[in-house]
């Protein structure tokens, strides 16, 4: 069976963790399948935009336990699927949109925040327990959630082991919007479909430009911005301006 989904609806490719008897557990295996998943739709020219979800009542419970287990220092050091992992999302230019459609627990909360855009169902819950057994998050819950809800909430996720309902996650910014369980999916094609349609390249840019604001200083950010300005030159820009100026009866003035 395969451990990853893939299919094309419209110009968006849908990638889905499938081990739902384990709560799509993150075995090497199915994150090794997960990364040729990622790298076959951005090197797809039809798909605009990449949505990630999980199979079953869960988005992933994180780490497969039974493979931890079983690793030495040195494999632990060696082994790094997340790392690659992270490394493939973020040369992923294409947009990659987290559909959390049920528990998002330790790594699986992690992939999540690797992602571009949350978007949660009503029902889903955000976690890092892993200390509860022993464990320090790994795969970048300790950076990335600090930086999405603040310290004291990071803390509270991380060194007490709460979860988060989706509605708190939206309130505190580490989801971007919370959809009814019944149309959650549906609803969220719907944007990448609409990003899709977007410029290509466009995106490409202005989602670069977001990433390199939150790594960098507002100045060398806002030089980065300004690099990017040559959009405005482009043939999608052009042909953008011209259709948005016709449907508002927009005219030049001449000056």
Request: glycine share 8%; with cysteine; proline share 4%.
């Amino acid at each position: 069976m395969s451990l990853v989904l893939v299919s094309t609806i419209e110009n968006v490719g849908l990638i889905t963790l499938n081990r739902p008897d384990s709560a799509n557990a993150l075995s090497s295996a199915l994150v090794d399948q997960l990364i040729h998943a990622l790298k076959t739709f951005e090197n797809n020219p039809e798909v605009g935009a990449i949505v990630l979800t999980g199979s079953g009542n869960s988005f992933s419970g994180g780490a497969d336990v039974t493979e931890l287990q079983g690793l030495t220092i040195i494999n632990a050091y060696l082994q790094k699927p997340f790392k690659n992992l992270n490394d493939v999302i973020a040369d992923t230019r294409k947009p990659l949109i987290a559909a959390v459609n049920g528990k998002a627990r330790g790594g699986g909360c992690e992939i999540a925040m690797m992602c571009d855009i949350i978007y949660a169902a009503s029902s889903a819950t955000f976690s890092q327990p892993e200390v509860s057994v022993g464990l320090v998050p790994g795969a970048g819950g300790t950076q990335r959630l600090i930086r999405a809800i603040g310290k004291s909430k990071a803390m509270e996720m991380i060194i007490a082991g709460e979860a988060t309902s989706a509605q708190e996650a939206e309130r505190t910014g580490l989801v971007a919007k919370v959809f009814p369980d019944d149309d959650f999916i549906p609803e969220v094609l719907k944007i990448a479909q609409r990003i899709s349609s977007y410029s290509r390249p466009v995106v490409a840019m202005a989602k670069e430009a977001v990433n390199h604001a939150q790594e960098s200083s507002l100045q060398a950010g806002l030089a980065f911005e300004r690099l990017l300005h040559f959009a405005v030159c482009l043939d999608d820009a052009k042909q953008g301006m011209a259709a948005f100026m016709e449907s508002t009866g927009a005219r030049r003035s001449g000056h």
